[in-house]
């Protein structure tokens, strides 16, 4: 597509519940990100692919937190048991590569916790 | 590890009056440095980037930013503020691939 899609836009669940959070990358890029952006606050890390490997999880904030990219396209960030203060604008962003470092995002999908 | 400082959470301007969002970053290595712009409810939209080369970038919309080693600093430019300028913006640098933001800053423009 022309840019990074995310779906949904917006997602409102009952704390305890599962959520599934969905990123269609631009065609062609390698690499894709998923970042966590609190009210207010700028955007954090969570984890990184190259293709379907997960390269870093370094910022998944606890075991509840799950990603996937399995052919290497598009990608699913779960969120299990949600918690109150999960709720945030989950963004995910698509690149070339290492080389080409550009990140394109989309617009995200805000999550309510209630 | 990198971080990144955004000095003034929000900056106010008049219309037409120079915008000047300052960045300052702590790298000891050549860094990648990046500007995004965000319009509520919608995601990151790239204003520019440093890599290598001109240390003086150019983006969209007007803006300009400078890239200084001897200060880590990679501050934000705009010769005369636009309504439409009205935004939060971000500062990143790259860490191992991925982005390390500021907290970045609102910027709001009067008529």
């Known amino acids: 597509g022309a840019g990074v899609s995310q779906s949904p836009r917006y997602k409102v669940a009952k704390r305890g519940q599962d959520v599934a959070l969905r990123c269609d990358p631009i065609?062609?890029?390698?690499?894709l990100f998923w970042y966590q952006q609190a009210l207010g606050q700028g955007p954090e890390f969570l984890t990184y692919?190259?293709?379907?490997?997960?390269?870093?999880k370094s910022g998944l904030p606890s075991d509840r937190f799950f990603a996937e990219r399995p052919e290497g396209s598009v990608s699913t960030l779960k969120i299990q048991r949600t918690q109150q203060e999960d709720s945030a604008v989950y963004l995910c962003?698509?690149?070339?590569?290492?080389?080409?470092?550009?990140?394109?995002f989309g617009d995200g999908t805000r999550l309510s916790i209630l | 590890a990198q971080s990144v400082t955004q000095l003034g959470s929000h900056v106010s301007v008049s219309e037409g009056a120079l915008v000047l969002l300052r960045c300052n970053y702590s790298?000891?290595?050549?860094?990648?440095l990046f500007w995004y712009v965000q319009y509520p409810n919608q995601g990151l939209q790239l204003l520019l980037k440093?890599?290598?080369?001109?240390?003086l970038v150019k983006g969209i919309n007007g803006f300009e930013a400078e890239f200084k080693k001897s200060e880590t600093s990679f501050h934000l430019t705009k010769p005369s503020a636009h309504m439409s300028d009205a935004a939060e913006y971000f500062c990143?640098?790259?860490?191992?691939?991925?982005?390390?933001f500021g907290q970045g800053t609102e910027l709001s423009v009067k008529p």
């Open positions: 065609s062609g890029h390698v690499s």
């Open positions: 962003a698509s690149s070339l590569g290492r080389r080409k470092p550009t990140q394109h």
């Open positions: 440093y890599t290598t080369g001109a240390t």
């Open positions: 790298s000891s290595v050549p860094p990648y």
């Open positions: 990143a640098v790259t860490q191992g691939g991925k982005l390390i």
């Open positions: 692919f190259q293709n379907e490997a997960q390269l870093d």
